[in-house]
C-alpha cells in the first residue's frame, strides 16, 4: 500500500493556482506565500526576511559566521566576480557586497521582494558604492550572469528547496552562469541514496543526480557533512564544488 502524501493538501493548492497561472514556477509560488505570510505578521522574526525588514543590526550579524565560512571556502579574493543565485534578502549576500570591488558582485532570486528589502536595509551608501547588480531569475537575467563572467558562482540553502519538476532548470541555469573557464561552482544539498522529499518544499538527491546534471562541469569536491534523520530516513548534508574545464 502506497504511503498517503503528507504534502497532499498543499499540493493540490498549488495545482489549483498552477492552472489559473501557468507560468508561475513552485519557486516563485513557495517565495510568494513567504511574502504574504510575513506581511500578515506570520513570518518567524529571526528569519533572514524578517530580519532584513525590522532588524538592522541583527541582519549583519546574524549571517557573519557563514559569510566568513564561504570566503574562506572560496579563498575570495576583492578582485574576484561573484554571483549567488538565491540571493533572498542578501542577509549572506551584504557581506560579499561590502567585500568585493565594485560592481563585482551579482545576486539573481526567483521574485525580487526579498533581496528589494535587503538593498533598504544595506543602504542607499554602500549600495551606491558598491554597485550590486540584482536581478529576478530568468533568460534574460541568465544571459546577463553568463556574461559577466563570474570566478565564482553559489548557491547557499537552495538546491534542497528546489521542485523536481524544476531541477532542469535550476542546475542548467547554474552551468550556465559557470561560464568563464576554471571558475568555480559551490552550493550546498542533501544527501540520499534516492529522491526523498522530508519537507513541501525539501528533497533530498543521490550523489549521480547531482553529478549527471552539471554533467558539462567537473566536480572537484564533495564533502559530506552532518547527518540529519526524519521519517526513518538518515540524509546528509553536502557541499559540492564544480569547476568549468
Known amino acids: 500500500m502506497t504511503p498517503a502524501n503528507p504534502y497532499g493538501a498543499k499540493d493540490r493548492r498549488f495545482q489549483r493556482f498552477r492552472k489559473q497561472n501557468p507560468h508561475v514556477s513552485f519557486a516563485q509560488y513557495s517565495m510568494d506565500l513567504v511574502i504574504k505570510a510575513m506581511d500578515e505578521g506570520w513570518v518567524n522574526p529571526d528569519s533572514a526576511l524578517a530580519v532584513a525588514q525590522s532588524n538592522p543590526e541583527k541582519f549583519w550579524t546574524a549571517a557573519e559566521p557563514k559569510a566568513k565560512k564561504w570566503f574562506k571556502t572560496m579563498a575570495l579574493k576583492r578582485r574576484h566576480k561573484v554571483i549567488e543565485y538565491g540571493c533572498g534578502s542578501l542577509r549572506l549576500g551584504a557581506h560579499f557586497i561590502s567585500y568585493l570591488d565594485r560592481g563585482h558582485y551579482a545576486g539573481l532570486d526567483v ?71 576554471g571558475a568555480r561552482l559551490i552550493f550546498n544539498a542533501m544527501l540520499f541514496e534516492r529522491c526523498h522529499r522530508f519537507q513541501f518544499n525539501s528533497w533530498a538527491w543521490p550523489m549521480e543526480f547531482y553529478k549527471e546534471s552539471l554533467g558539462e562541469l567537473e566536480c572537484v569536491r564533495a564533502e559530506i557533512g552532518r547527518s540529519r534523520t526524519q521519517d526513518d530516513a538518515e540524509m546528509k548534508l553536502i557541499e559540492f564544488e564544480f569547476r568549468r574545464r
Open 111 to 181: 521574485i525580487s521582494g526579498f533581496y528589494e528589502r535587503g538593498v533598504r536595509t544595506i543602504g542607499a551608501k554602500l549600495i551606491d558604492a558598491k554597485a550590486p547588480v540584482l536581478r529576478v531569475i530568468g533568460e534574460e537575467a541568465v544571459a546577463e550572469g553568463a556574461a559577466f563572467a563570474a570566478d565564482i558562482v553559489f548557491s547557499n540553502t537552495v538546491a534542497v528547496h528546489v521542485h523536481p519538476d524544476e531541477t532542469q532548470a535550476y542546475y542548467g541555469n547554474l552551468a550556465r552562469l559557470t561560464a568563464k573557464p
